[in-house]
């Protein structure tokens, strides 16, 4: 049920406030859209942590770091990554 009045909130928080708000959506052809992907695409140097060779076991990672002489980066969370309890 909160599932669902979270989502019912959210729509009408986008939703226009009336019809005269409601701006009708241009068309985008192929063209236009060739020409926005580059824009809209990450360059490699934005993605970069996308090259780390990521592990998911803290014992796995320890020994890794220690071999190599590296520090490591510990990512950790609790609780449901949406936030829902």
């Known amino acids: 049920m909160r599932k669902i009045l979270i989502a019912a909130g959210a729509m009408l928080a986008l939703a226009p406030a009336s019809a005269q708000d409601a701006q009708p959506r241009a068309s985008l052809d192929l063209a236009e859209a060739g020409k926005l992907r580059p824009l809209i695409r990450p360059s490699e140097n934005e993605a970069r942590w996308d090259q780390i060779l990521w592990t998911t ?29």
Not at 70 to 75: Q, R, S, T
Request: net charge neutral; no cysteine.
């Open 57 to 85: 076991s803290l014992w796995d990672g320890r020994m890794r770091a220690a071999a190599e002489g590296k520090p490591m980066l510990i990512w950790e969370a609790n609780g449901n990554p949406l936030g829902i309890t």
